[in-house]
C-alpha cells in the first residue's frame, strides 16, 4: 500500500526546553494543518532529556496526545563539545541546586558519569568537594548497587575522577577571563561553540568602495580545536595573542610566496595540492586577527582597565572590607547592574561576606538606582552566599589565598610556568585543588578545605580481576573534573595548562552541568517581577 511506502517519519518535532502548553500549541497547529492532506501525516513526540507526565497530561486535555504514534524520551545527559570538554548545558542547574533544593540536575549528572563508565570502564577511585558531589557520587553507588549488570569488563579509561560544586569557588566566576577563548564569552558570549560577531571586521577590503555595503548580519564562527589556529591560540592570555598571529601572517605569506619559486610540474602539483590548506589557514588567520582587534578596542578602554583593577585588588586582598568608590561611581553612571553585581558579589567572596552596613549601603544604592524589583535578586544572590553579611567576623580568604597560591605577582603572560595566568595573577581555587589532589593530595590542605563549604570525601569503586590498571613508566593518569554548577572557559584553559606540562603527570577532561561565565551565571539567578496586570 502507498502508507507502506512512505518513510518512517514526515515530521520530527522536539521538545526540549519547551513548555507543555508551546509543545501542545505547536502540535495543535500541526494537526489543523494535515486536515484535508492525503495521506495524511504521522506524528511522534521525542521528550528531551526525559518523558514528563506532566506535558502528557497537558496534551491529553488538548486533545492530542492520540495523535502520536511513538512517545518516547532522549536521555541527553552528556554533549561531546570538544575532545576533552562534556557539557549538560543545564542552564538552571546551579539555581536549582542551590536555591530551590531541587536534584534533578545531579541525577541527571549520576546518569551521564553511570553512561561514561559503561562506555570507558568503572572508574576506580572518586573524590569530591561539596554537599552536591556527596549527593552525586551516593547516587551513582545507589546506581551502580540497584543494577548490578553496570559492571563491565572494559579496561578502564579514568583513573580518577573529581565531583566539584561551584560554591566551593564562587570567586572564580564573578573575575573577568582573560584567556583568548575566555574573553571572546565574556564580551559577545559563546553559544554551543558559535560566537556572533559585529560584522564590521569582516567585511571584504575593495579598493575605492569606502565603507559602501557593509555587511549588517552578525558574523557567526565556530569555535573549535578542529580549527588549527583556534586551538593553538584558545587558551593563552590575550596578551600572548598578537605575537602567535604575527608569527602565523609571516609563515602563511612566505607559504605563498613559494609559487614563485615551483619551475617543474611536480613542484607546481606540490603546491597546488596543499593550495586548500592554505587558504584555509589564511582565512582563519583574518578572523582571528579581527577578533583580536574587536577585543583589544575593548581590553584597551579606561572602563576595562578601571573594573580589572578593583577585581584584582579584591583577588589580592586589598580593601575588601569597605566601600569602594569605583563600585559608588558605577552605581552613580547607572553602569549595567549586572557588572555592578559581578563586584559586588567578588568583594563579598573576598571578605567571606560583607559588614553589615556595607552590605546595606550597596543594597540601598542598587534598588534605588535599578529599581525595588531586583530585590528578589539580591535575595538570591545572599542565599547562593555569593552576597552575604560576614557572619562570624573572620575572613577565611586570606588564608585560603595563602595556602593554595591564589595569587601570584609575577605572572609570565607569554610562556606562563602557573595556572595564575588565566587571570593574570589569580589562580582559579577549584583547578589549584585538582592540582593538589595530584600531587600531593588533599591531605596537605585538610584544614583549608574545611573552611570551604561542604564535605570533602572519597570513594573507592571495586574493579573486576585483571581490569587494574598497571601503569607504564612516564604514563600520564587520567582524571575526569565535573564541576557541578558550571564551569568557566578559563578554568577549562587551566586544566588543560595542567595537562600539558611536562612533569604533571596527570590529563584532564573536564565535564559541567554548564559552561558560563560571570554574566550569565549571574543572569540565571536574577529574578524578573513582573508588574501588577492592573
Not at 577511585?125 to 554537599?131: A, E, M, R, S, V
Not at 543494577?147 to 560554591?167: A, C, E, K, Y
Not at 609563515?251 to 619551475?263: D, L, P, Q, T, V
Request: net charge neutral.
Amino acid at each position: 500500500s502507498r502508507r507502506e511506502e512512505r518513510p518512517y517519519c514526515d515530521t520530527c518535532e522536539v521538545f526540549g526546553h519547551w513548555t507543555a502548553e508551546s509543545a501542545s500549541d505547536r502540535v495543535l497547529c500541526s494537526c489543523r494543518e494535515d486536515r484535508g492532506r492525503s495521506p495524511q501525516r504521522d506524528f511522534h513526540i521525542l521528550f528531551v532529556p526525559r518523558r514528563s507526565l506532566l506535558c502528557e497530561q497537558w496534551l491529553k486535555e488538548q486533545g492530542v496526545l492520540g495523535s502520536f504514534i511513538h512517545r518516547e524520551q532522549y536521555s541527553l545527559d552528556l554533549i561531546p563539545f570538544d575532545g576533552d570538554l562534556l557539557s549538560m548545558e543545564s542552564e538552571s542547574a546551579f539555581k536549582e541546586c542551590y536555591l530551590e533544593s531541587d536534584q534533578t540536575s545531579l541525577y541527571h549528572a549520576a546518569k551521564g558519569l553511570m553512561t561514561l563508565q559503561a562506555l570507558y570502564g568503572t572508574i576506580p577511585q572518586i573524590f569530591g568537594k561539596g554537599d552536591c558531589a556527596r549527593h552525586v557520587a551516593n547516587m551513582m553507588i545507589r546506581m551502580k548497587r540497584e543494577f548490578p549488570g553496570s559492571q563491565n569488563s572494559i579496561f578502564p579509561v579514568f583513573d580518577t575522577l573529581l565531583l566539584l560544586d561551584r560554591n566551593v569557588d564562587l570567586l572564580t566566576p564573578l573575575a573577568t577571563q582573560l584567556t583568548y577563548e575566555g574573553l571572546i564569552d565574556e564580551i559577545y558570549g559563546i553559544q554551543n561553540t558559535y560566537v556572533k560577531l559585529p560584522p564590521e571586521k569582516f567585511a571584504p577590503k575593495k579598493q575605492g568602495e569606502g565603507g559602501k555595503d557593509l555587511p549588517t548580519e552578525p558574523k557567526k564562527l565556530q569555535l573549535n580545536s578542529a580549527e588549527e589556529l583556534y586551538a593553538e591560540i584558545r587558551d593563552k592570555n590575550f596578551n600572548a595573542v598578537g605575537s602567535v598571529l604575527s608569527k602565523k601572517a609571516k609563515i602563511i605569506s612566505a607559504a605563498f610566496e613559494e609559487r614563485h619559486h615551483a619551475k617543474t610540474v611536480g613542484e607546481i602539483k606540490q603546491f597546488v595540492s596543499q593550495l586548500p590548506h592554505m587558504q584555509a589557514a589564511r582565512s582563519s588567520l583574518a578572523n582571528h586577527t579581527s577578533i583580536a582587534e574587536l577585543i583589544k578596542d575593548i581590553t584597551t578602554s579606561e572602563d576595562f582597565f578601571d573594573n580589572l583593577t578593583v577585581e584584582q585588588e579584591f583577588m589580592s586582598g586589598i580593601d575588601t572590607d569597605k566601600v569602594n568608590n569605583y563600585i559608588e561611581d558605577c552605581i552613580a553612571q547607572k553602569h549595567p547592574l549586572i557588572k555592578i553585581l559581578r563586584l559586588v558579589c567578588l568583594q563579598s567572596v573576598c571578605n567571606s561576606g560583607l559588614k553589615q552596613k556595607v552590605l546595606d549601603h550597596y543594597k540601598r544604592e542598587i534598588l534605588q538606582t535599578y529599581g525595588y524589583e531586583h530585590i528578589l535578586t539580591l535575595n538570591n544572590l545572599e542565599k547562593a552566599g555569593l552576597l552575604k553579611p560576614q557572619t562570624s567576623g573572620r575572613n577565611n580568604y586570606p588564608t585560603i589565598r595563602k595556602t593554595l597560591r591564589l595569587w601570584m605577582d609575577d605572572v609570565n603572560e607569554q610562556n606562563p610556568n602557573d595556572i595564575s595566568y588565566v587571570y593574570s595573577g589569580y589562580a582559579p581555587l577549584s583547578v589549584r585543588l585538582a592540582q593538589l589532589l595530584a600531587r600531593p593530595g588533599w591531605r596537605s590542605i585538610e584544614e583549608v578545605l574545611k573552611m570551604l563549604p561542604g564535605p570533602h570525601f572519597e570513594e573507592r569503586q571495586q574493579l573486576p580481576t585483571g581490569l587494574q590498571k598497571k601503569r607504564q613508566h612516564g604514563e600520564n593518569r587520567v582524571t575526569l573534573v565535573f564541576f557541578l554548577g558550571g564551569v568557566t572557559y578559563a578554568e577549562i584553559a587551566a586544566l588543560r595548562f595542567l595537562s600539558q606540562m611536562e612533569d604533571g603527570g596527570t590529563e584532564y577532561i573536564i565535564a559541567t552541568t554548564k559552561l558560563i561565565n560571570g554574566t550569565t551565571w549571574i543572569k540565571s539567578l536574577m529574578e524578573k517581577l513582573e508588574p501588577a496586570p492592573f
